[in-house]
T-cell receptor, first 112, second 118 residues
Framework: GENVEQHPSTLSVQEGDSAVIKCTYS??????FPWYKQELGKRPQLIID?????GEKKDQRIAVTLNKTAKHFSLHITETQPEDSAVYFC???????????FGPGTSLSVIP | DTGVSQDPRHKITKRGQNVTFRCDPI?????LYWYRQTLGQGPEFLTY????????KSRLLSDRFSAERPKGSFSTLEIQRTEQGDSAMYLC????????????????FGSGTQLSVL
């Protein structure tokens, strides 16, 4: 089955700097890659997603890139703000079973 | 509130007792997932449903865990003979999956049920 790895596990950046979180997946047939943000004590919420037929997608300060050959995808947050502090999870959807498998998460801290 | 709702929010039980959690998905969603999340970890897949059909149950899940979605609407997750290792946040999520034209598998999560086994 699908296995999703995520790095780094923790990340601290100064306000205004960029943050990058990287994920790898194992199943080359996976074709949908969402990113979720989970604030302390709250439910995970989708922030951006990408399909395997697209190499990059951007939504304001957030962008995701996908390299199908290398089986890795990344989340880029520019001009970070304190409210970006949260745990971020990448995920991959297995085409064969259509279930969504999550990575272990990255705890992002934006220092004012 | 038209989002995913879970009940109860918190459950404290003694080891060996049975517990049951309920999830009400977004009404038009045909997919329903159960995940388990422990502190500092990502959501771990447990099982999922397409309408009332259970499509897959994680191989990591023991026979003490069972889930149902009898009418393709709400779902229940039961844990029998609870163990301290079952202590976790149990998250439910729902989505609408359409094959043609293909939709995105955007999961909407509930607030979860925090289980503590003493």
């Amino acid at each position: 089955g699908e296995n999703v790895e995520q790095h780094p596990s923790t990340l601290s950046v100064q306000e205004g700097d960029s943050a990058v979180i990287k994920c790898t997946y194992s199943d080359s047939a996976s074709n949908y890659f969402p990113w979720y943000k989970q604030e302390l004590g709250k439910r995970p919420q989708l922030i951006i997603d990408i399909r395997s037929n697209v190499g990059e997608k951007k939504d304001q300060r957030i962008a995701v890139t996908l390299n199908k050959t290398a089986k890795h995808f990344s989340l880029h947050i520019t001009e970070t703000q304190p409210e970006d502090s949260a745990v971020y999870f990448c995920a991959a959807m297995e085409t064969s079973y259509d279930k969504v498998i999550f990575g272990p998460g990255t705890s992002l801290s934006v220092i004012p | 509130d038209t989002g995913v709702s879970q009940d109860p929010r918190h459950k404290i039980t003694k080891r060996g007792q049975n517990v049951t959690f309920r999830c009400d998905p977004i009404s038009e969603h045909n997919r329903l997932y159960w995940y388990r999340q422990t502190l500092g970890q990502g959501p771990e897949f447990l099982t999922y449903f397409q309408n009332e059909a259970q499509l897959e149950k994680s191989r990591l899940l023991s026979d003490r865990f069972s889930a149902e979605r009898p009418k393709g609407s709400f779902s229940t997750l039961e844990i029998q003979r609870t163990e301290q290792g079952d202590s976790a946040m149990y998250l439910c999520a729902s989505s609408y999956l359409q094959k043609n034209p293909q939709s995105d598998e955007k999961l909407f999560f509930g607030s979860g049920t925090q289980l503590s086994v003493l």
